[in-house]
């Protein structure tokens, strides 16, 4: 009598109360683009995997085949491979069995990113200006670290693309930003298997810029002194009579950002606690919506009663045009209909009073919109108040930021503990 036959590893047939078990943990082991399954051979139970495959991956219309593997010892052997398997389908599907070039994948990555949408224009930017004119072409697994290292020399003699700066050294800052931005798309290459290693990780090669060549060129923030900003806003209310005075004077004595302040609610306005509510910002880049703050966290600011007097006379100034405007829900600094209103435009008005301030007090130094968040944060802690409630106040994710950012203030605070210790001890 010939012996039984065994059926391969896709037909093998269990017996019937052990095969209903095996076909539920199949079920149970089922994946959304492909299945597990196990069997029984001589020399023991193994697993295997199918998923649908294109016949032809530049030819998608002659339809797909199933591609089974098995002989796997345990499920998470199978796993894995189902993994790599999937991964290598996307990626075939994706670039029609080709290895893409750097500037075809950085476009394929950009559109996997869920970031903000300012985060996302800055590193289309980059990506055009700095990344697809000089490595586009390049197949991604023939990018060299020695490729990336002398497009980064280039970068420093004549990388500007600006109208203004174009063809002059790029910025240590800038190149950083497109190391940063290179190295996350060489990751992902990783992550679909086009690569085995990053190339811009070879420090020694790549020779990218460094923590503190970055510190050394970055421009030193203009600020006013207390002063200073007493005589602006003085200026700004008195003399121009400014209708986005309380703007400013928000701004200034709060240290929100330009687009929190554009996006704040009669209703975030609390009169009497004296606080105010951030839960929102306007979105730069359409800024007839809004979206969370920088952090995405709402957070809380202690405002002065002088400063909450002038926004109090304001809803009466707005509520004057329309009653609307002064409503709980209605933006505190919209236009007359309503409406946000967008921050460049904001800022542009404000470089046209920073030309009138200049004729009026040539002596006071230019600062920016910005500068005017900088300057309180400055104050703040020059005047010895904790970093923690500065980093608070800014809506900084970390106190590390703020230290970062205002470490100029660092001496004047160094010198004030100075004095203070020395006054306690009574010169002793």
């Known amino acids: ?36 399954g196990d069997y029984q051979t001589r020399k023991g139970r193994r697993w295997k995997f199918q998923i649908y495959v294109l016949i032809d991956p530049e030819k998608p219309e002659l339809g797909e085949k199933r591609l089974t593997r098995g002989g796997f010892t345990d499920l998470e052997e199978a796993q894995a491979a189902l993994t790599e398997a999937l991964r290598k389908k996307a990626r075939n599907e994706k670039f029609q069995g080709k290895t893409p070039t750097v500037g075809v994948y950085a476009e394929h990555w950009m559109s996997s990113l869920r970031l903000a949408d300012s ?9 055009r200006n700095h990344i697809t004119p000089d490595l586009g072409r390049i197949r991604i697994d023939k990018l060299t670290a020695t490729r990336i290292g002398s497009h980064y020399r280039e ?22 930003k497109v190391h940063v931005v290179l190295g996350a798309i060489l990751d992902a290459a990783i992550d679909d298997g086009l690569i085995q290693v990053n190339p ?30 007493q005589t602006f806003l003085t200026w700004n209310e008195k003399e121009l009579q400014d209708e986005l005075f309380p703007l400013w004077r928000l701004i200034a004595y709060t240290g929100m950002r330009r687009s929190e302040a554009l996006a704040l609610r009669w209703n975030d306005i609390n009169t009497k606690t004296g606080r105010i509510s951030i839960r929102r910002a306007v979105n730069t880049e359409d800024w007839t919506t ?6 995405g966290t709402a957070r809380v600011i ?6 909450l007097k002038v926004l109090a006379s304001y809803k009466v100034a707005r509520a004057e045009v329309s009653f609307d405007l002064a409503k709980a829900d209605a933006y505190v600094f919209g236009d007359d209909e309503g409406k946000l209103r967008s921050p460049d435009a904001m800022t542009s008005r404000w470089d046209r009073r920073m030309n009138w301030l200049a004729k009026a007090h040539p002596t006071l130094p230019r600062v920016t919109i910005k500068g005017l968040r900088h300057t309180h944060a400055t104050l703040l802690l020059e005047l010895g108040e904790h970093p923690k409630v500065v980093q608070e106040r800014l809506g900084h994710s970390t106190i590390t930021t703020t230290m970062n950012i205002y470490s100029h203030v660092t001496p004047t605070m160094q010198k004030a503990a100075a004095d203070r210790f020395a006054a306690h001890l009574g010169g002793a």
Not at 2 to 11: F, G, Q
Not at 208 to 224: D, H, N, Y
Not at 302 to 307: L, M, P, R, Y
Request: glycine letters at 6%; a positive charge.
């Open 1 to 36: 009598m010939a012996p039984a036959s065994h059926p391969p590893p896709d037909e093998a047939a269990p017996s019937s109360v052990e095969g209903v078990k095996q076909k539920q943990q199949r079920r149970s082991r089922s994946r959304h683009q492909g299945s597990l």
């Open 119 to 127: 985060t996302i224009k800055g590193y289309r930017k980059i990506i």
């Open 155 to 176: 970068l420093e003699k004549s990388g500007r693309k600006d109208e203004y700066g174009k063809g002059k050294p790029l910025s240590a800052n800038s190149i950083h």
């Open 200 to 229: 811009a990780k070879k420090k020694r090669t790549v020779n990218a810029p460094k923590s503190s060549q970055v510190r050394a060129q970055k421009p030193e923030i203009v600020t006013w002194t207390g002063e200073q900003l």
């Open 290 to 295: 809004t979206k969370t703050t920088k952090t």
């Open 302 to 307: 202690d405002v002065d009663a002088a400063t």
